[in-house]
């Protein structure tokens, strides 16, 4: 399942959930007519609690690698 996250200004919505990131955007394009032109979105997956707790490690892991190989703005 996926939520479509959208933030314009100090307003954030969750709209959801979608079967498939297609229906979050073909829904987005709706949606944003009604935001102001500096809106900011995203397209989240739901993960099930009980799959991050009988494997922490791997995500943990990926976490660290984007982090680290992410330039660091001067």
């Given at each position: ?55 922490p490690g791997p995500a943990k892991d ?9 330039p660091v703005a001067a």
């Amino acid at each position: 399942m996926y939520l479509l996250t959208i933030r314009d200004g100090l307003v954030t919505r969750h709209i959801g959930p979608y079967a498939s990131p297609k229906q979050a955007v073909d829904d987005l394009d709706r949606l944003l007519a009604s935001f102001g032109e500096r809106a900011r979105w995203q397209i989240h997956e739901l993960e099930e609690p009980a799959r991050l707790l009988e494997n922490p490690g791997p995500a943990k892991d990926r976490d660290d690698r984007s982090l680290a190989s992410s330039p660091v703005a001067a």
